[in-house]
């Protein structure tokens, strides 16, 4: 929009205010009335005769800047909740891996809005008034580095990789593991060409790690290197010409453990509503008093992404969304009491409505998992081409990567339903600069319950992530300073 026409549509804004109040003062309102001497910007009557200062009729309106914060989410960790798990950390050794980030990163930190009000009020102290407001997205950020995240690990088969000695096809089920499971290819040779560290060729039995050899390091000390066949004469070369089921007792729990981690949460809100209004009070000592009730429509937006490079699972990302829009009816009040120039004012509003929340995951575990899946039935682990071939690229060895995964896409939703209720409170000072003009500050405040959030609507289950069953709810306080002009209020 640009600027010129934003200038003609506050004139046009300020022309229909004032008209309508002119209108209200000579006689019932009317959009067509015309005012025949009414000014813009006189001087406020301030007079205590009679019955004091009278209330406006007639159109009014405004706008406010708010300056809100949102109350971060209950903290969880980001994984499986309380996971920790056992995993191999090389040299034949185990260690006990937990998650490493939770939300705690994420603070109520201060973001602008923008509020407006348009309304009508008739002589006979009945009107109605449309509001909404727009409170401008709620960011947080944080970068690690070395990050463990836990996973639910389902059991997956184990297949023989030969049905029958020569066939290439793995077609027997001899065990299950969980997914995260797999070879690993942490040690080498002593440095002397055709020895092996596990065999009696090292004399000196000594192990040497990160000196990958792209065999499969034999865990359980058994002459078998995975899927790589038998060592029958202890050189380190399996015999392409011995038939060996693969051995899966070399088989270890990988450590999960990204090199970078950027977890992005972000959270919007905004509301509208339309109510009835009555004036019970009109002038009296100063003061009105008016209640109204109508309608309200809340939606509350929350969104953690998480985006992970490196490790296992290079690369994987997920994005949990989760959308509250509550429908419903509502009730209020408004006091205020003027003194010369300056009013102060308590509005006071309840509202419960419907919560049809929709949560949203998409996303992607190991994209680098381009590999074959060596254990796959029917499939062949050394025969090129994407038939036999679910990462699409030439077949591999699948050493230090999860045995049985794949990259998984994935991209779910699920409706909730259930009630939230609401209370906001609003304090506010208002000084009239001209006699339908105001300028206006003060602070507002809403607790709402029963709101769903992102962070804690994951659950961690591989090989593609899913959305929590439980309807995982906690209440949301808004609150901060407004400041902005009013017409005719």
């Given at each position: 929009?640009?600027?010129?026409?934003?200038?003609?549509?506050?004139?046009?804004?300020?022309n229909?205010f004032?008209?309508?109040?002119?209108?209200?003062?000579?006689?019932?309102?009317?959009?067509?009335?015309?005012?025949?001497?009414?000014?813009?910007?006189?001087?406020?009557?301030?007079?205590?005769?009679?019955?004091?200062?009278?209330?406006?009729?007639?159109?009014?309106?405004?706008?406010?800047?708010?300056?809100?914060?949102?109350?971060?989410?209950?903290?969880?960790?980001?994984?499986?909740?309380?996971?920790?798990?056992?995993?191999?950390?090389?040299?034949?050794?185990?260690?006990?891996?937990t998650?490493s980030?939770?939300?705690?990163?994420?603070?109520?930190?201060?973001?602008?809005?923008?509020?407006?009000?348009?309304?009508?009020?008739?002589?006979?102290?009945?009107?109605?008034?449309?509001?909404?407001?727009?409170?401008?997205?709620?960011?947080?950020?944080?970068?690690?580095?070395?990050?463990?995240?836990?996973?639910?690990?389902?059991?997956?088969?184990?297949?023989?990789n030969?049905?029958?000695?020569?066939?290439?096809?793995?077609?027997?089920?001899?065990?299950?593991?969980?997914?995260?499971?797999?070879f690993?290819?942490?040690?080498g040779?002593?440095?002397?060409?055709?020895?092996?560290?596990?065999?009696?060729?090292?004399?000196?039995?000594?192990?040497?790690?990160?000196?990958?050899?792209?065999?499969?390091?034999?865990?359980?000390?058994?002459?078998?290197?995975?899927?790589?066949?038998?060592?029958?004469?202890?050189?380190h070369?399996p015999?392409?010409?011995?038939?060996?089921?693969i051995?899966?007792?070399?088989?270890?729990?990988?450590?999960?453990?990204?090199r970078?981690?950027?977890?992005?949460?972000?959270?919007?809100?905004?509301?509208?509503?339309?109510?009835?209004?009555?004036?019970?009070?009109?002038?009296?000592?100063?003061?009105?008093?008016?209640?109204?009730?109508?309608?309200?429509?809340?939606?509350?937006?929350?969104?953690?992404?998480?985006?992970?490079?490196?490790?296992?699972?290079?690369?994987?990302?997920?994005?949990?969304?989760?959308?509250?829009?509550?429908?419903?009816?509502?009730?209020?009040?408004?006091?205020?009491?003027?003194?010369?120039?300056?009013?102060?004012?308590?509005?006071?509003?309840?509202?419960?409505?419907?919560?049809?929340?929709?949560?949203?995951?998409?996303?992607?575990?190991?994209?680098?998992?381009?590999?074959?899946?060596t254990?796959?039935?029917?499939t062949?682990?050394?025969?090129?081409?994407?038939?036999?071939?679910?990462?699409?690229?030439?077949?591999?060895?699948?050493?230090?990567?999860?045995?049985?995964?794949?990259?998984?896409?994935?991209?779910?939703?699920?409706?909730?339903?259930?009630?939230?209720?609401?209370g906001?409170?609003?304090?506010?000072?208002?000084?009239?600069?001209?006699?339908?003009?105001?300028?206006?500050?003060?602070?507002?405040?809403?607790?709402?319950?029963g709101i769903?959030?992102?962070?804690?609507m994951?659950?961690?289950?591989?090989?593609?992530?899913?959305?929590?069953?439980?309807?995982?709810?906690q209440?949301?306080?808004?609150?901060?300073?407004?400041?902005?002009?009013?017409?005719?209020?």
């Amino acid at each position: 929009m640009s600027i010129n026409l934003k200038k003609w549509l506050l004139g046009l804004g300020l022309n229909l205010f004032m008209a309508g109040t002119a209108a209200a003062q000579v006689g019932a309102f009317s959009p067509l009335t015309e005012p025949s001497d009414f000014q813009y910007f006189v001087q406020p009557d301030l007079s205590n005769y009679g019955s004091g200062v009278q209330p406006n009729t007639g159109w009014f309106g405004g706008i406010d800047y708010l300056l809100w914060a949102t109350t971060a989410p209950n903290r969880t960790q980001i994984g499986r909740p309380d996971g920790s798990r056992l995993v191999y950390n090389g040299n034949f050794t185990f260690t006990t891996e937990t998650n490493s980030l939770d939300t705690g990163f994420i603070r109520a930190s201060l973001e602008s809005g923008t509020r407006f009000e348009l309304g009508f009020m008739d002589d006979c102290d009945k009107g109605w008034f449309f509001s909404g407001y727009r409170l401008n997205d709620n960011v947080n950020e944080l970068v690690a580095t070395q990050v463990s995240i836990q996973f639910i690990e389902p059991a997956v088969p184990l297949y023989d990789n030969f049905g029958a000695p020569g066939t290439g096809l793995n077609t027997q089920v001899v065990g299950f593991a969980p997914i995260l499971n797999g070879f690993v290819d942490n040690l080498g040779t002593t440095g002397a060409a055709g020895t092996d560290i596990s065999t009696a060729n090292n004399p000196t039995n000594q192990i040497v790690a990160h000196q990958p050899d792209q065999l499969a390091d034999d865990i359980d000390r058994d002459g078998r290197h995975g899927y790589e066949g038998l060592d029958a004469n202890g050189n380190h070369v399996p015999e392409s010409n011995v038939y060996a089921p693969i051995d899966y007792g070399d088989l270890v729990p990988l450590p999960v453990l990204f090199r970078h981690v950027t977890v992005t949460q972000r959270s919007s809100n905004y509301s509208v509503e339309l109510n009835r209004q009555w004036r019970l009070v009109a002038g009296e000592f100063g003061g009105n008093i008016d209640v109204f009730g109508g309608a309200r429509y809340l939606n509350f937006d929350d969104q953690m992404l998480v985006d992970g490079i490196g490790g296992i699972l290079a690369d994987s990302y997920w994005n949990t969304r989760v959308e509250n829009r509550i429908m419903g009816g509502q009730v209020g009040f408004r006091v205020n009491r003027k003194r010369g120039r300056l009013t102060l004012s308590t509005e006071g509003r309840i509202f419960t409505g419907a919560n049809l929340s929709t949560v949203r995951i998409n996303g992607q575990i190991g994209s680098q998992l381009t590999q074959n899946v060596t254990s796959v039935a029917g499939t062949n682990p050394t025969t090129n081409g994407t038939a036999n071939n679910p990462g699409g690229n030439t077949p591999a060895i699948r050493l230090n990567q999860p045995l049985n995964l794949n990259r998984t896409t994935f991209n779910t939703s699920r409706n909730f339903g259930g009630f939230s209720p609401l209370g906001e409170l609003r304090l506010k000072a208002q000084y009239q600069v001209w006699d339908a003009v105001s300028v206006n500050a003060g602070w507002t405040g809403t607790f709402m319950d029963g709101i769903m959030r992102s962070n804690n609507m994951t659950e961690y289950t591989l090989p593609a992530l899913q959305i929590s069953s439980n309807r995982n709810v906690q209440g949301v306080f808004l609150n901060g300073f407004n400041m902005g002009i009013e017409i005719n209020r």
